[in-house]
């Protein structure tokens, strides 16, 4: 799971990577990864099956708290996106190529509404921030339009001498942005276009079908930021009124990197995502008893800060993504004694022969059958798995 954040300079995009990554002391032991620089690992929440078990779950990655599982997802900070960045503006080609991978997108709007289109600081509330959400789709749309219509004519011509079939083709050119043949056979079928002859598409065609493709590999989700200062709260209504079918999450980076810290320095105690945290310090200045006063406000108005549900929202609500735990019948554990030592997560509609492909390649070619361990019964390949499901996978090898 990769999931890239972005959006215009200065609205929080590093202070949102930052906190997403700040791993509570618990885990200071486990080895961080940090890949390149701006690319880190956060984690999604999910309700750990160990308490059904009643058993205590040992992590290998991630963590668990309170039988809340915190499943690591790589995090990219993509910087550098400015108004014409698919025409290689700006640091444009590199930002495009940091988020090729990406399965989802992360916008970080200043929903203040407090800087303008390059980031600049203006009155606060004089930005539409609607304006940014627009601007980004627009952008990444255009990015995919020019992948698509540069090559296309030879690409087309070949596709039809060859005999090729269209959703391959197409596929195999943008598999490096996450397309599958299906994706693109479904957007063929929506949009109504030629399957086997490409040729026959007109501009606007080629167009309606880059726009389908970049919704469908890459997904955004709005993450409405700096809704801690006053002004944010009217320019969330409006996007949602604009945006009625996305999925916005006001947000506060700046609170739960705060909360991150001082959790981490034990000043308090914060579970990321919660929506209330505990004083369990004497030695808190004055200064801090404040900060600390007015985040607990931001977080009482939203639930939350926000950070951890914009994750969680991406992955499971936008993706729809299920986590699965591996597990035997007879032994949680594995050979090392580690109860649940992992939790999986798998695209919507996976299978048992998926996940059995997904543990290794051995395991799906020797698949038997699989076992649900929650009610001990046997399943077939085609078996589609679910939320939370604990499954073990009997193999001939
Ligand atoms: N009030 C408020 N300020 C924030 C929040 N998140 C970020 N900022 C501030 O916005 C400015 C730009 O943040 P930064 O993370 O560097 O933005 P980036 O350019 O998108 O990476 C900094 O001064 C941050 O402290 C927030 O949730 N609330
Ligand atoms: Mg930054």
């Known amino acids: 799971m990769f999931v890239g954040l972005v959006g215009k300079p200065s609205a929080g995009k590093s202070t949102f990577f930052r906190a997403a990554t700040l791993a509570p002391a618990e885990i200071a032991s486990y080895p961080f990864t940090t890949i390149e620089p701006n690319t880190g690992m956060g984690f ?20 668990c708290e309170n039988h809340t599982r915190f499943v690591p997802v790589k995090i990219v900070d993509v910087a550098g996106l400015i108004p014409g960045a698919h025409k290689g503006l700006g640091r444009g080609n590199q ?21 303008n289109e390059q980031g600049n600081p203006v009155e606060p509330g004089s930005r539409n921030p609607s304006d940014d959400v627009r601007f980004l789709e627009e952008e990444l749309n255009l990015w995919y339009e020019g992948i698509l219509r540069k090559p296309w004519e030879k690409f087309a011509k070949q596709t039809y001498m060859e005999h090729h079939k269209v959703h391959d083709a197409i596929a195999r050119q943008f598999s490096g942005l996450n397309a599958t043949p299906e994706i693109v056979n479904g957007i063929i079928s929506a ?29 955004i989700l709005i ?78 108005k939203f639930g939350s800060t926000g950070v951890q549900d914009c994750l969680n929202k991406a992955v499971f609500d936008l993706l729809k993504y299920i986590a699965v735990f591996p597990g035997g019948v007879n032994k949680l554990a594995d050979q090392h004694g580690n109860v649940l030592p992992d939790c999986m997560l798998l695209p919507p509609d996976s299978t048992a022969l998926d996940f059995a492909f997904q543990l290794h390649t051995d395991i799906g070619e020797g698949f038997i059958k699989a076992i649900d361990v929650k009610t001990r019964k046997a399943v077939g390949k085609e078996h589609v798995l679910g939320n939370r499901d604990v499954i073990e996978i009997v193999t001939r090898k």
């Not at 999604?44 to 963590?63: A, S």
């Not at 988020?99 to 800087?115: E, F, N």
């Open 95 to 115: 930002f495009l190529d940091d988020l090729r991978q990406a399965d989802v997108l992360i916008h970080v709007v200043d929903a203040s509404g407090s800087t």
């Open 191 to 219: 949009l109504r276009l030629d399957a086997d002859n490409p040729l026959k598409w007109s501009e606007g065609n080629l167009k309606d079908f880059a726009v389908e493709l970049r919704k469908a590999t890459k997904p």
């Open 44 to 63: 999604v929440k999910v309700d750990c099956v160990d308490r059904e078990f009643n058993v205590n779950c040992n992590p290998r990655t991630g963590f």
């Open 223 to 300: 993450a409405a930021n700096k809704a801690d200062i006053e002004t944010a709260g009217e320019n969330i209504r409006k996007m949602q009124q604009d945006f009625p079918d996305g999925i916005i999450v006001p947000c506060s980076a700046e609170s739960e990197l705060a909360l991150r810290e001082a959790a981490k320095e034990k000043l308090i105690s914060y579970i990321p995502g919660d929506d209330d945290f505990e004083i369990s310090s004497g030695s808190l200045s004055q200064q801090q008893k404040n900060a600390l006063s007015s985040i607990k406000s931001t977080i009482a």
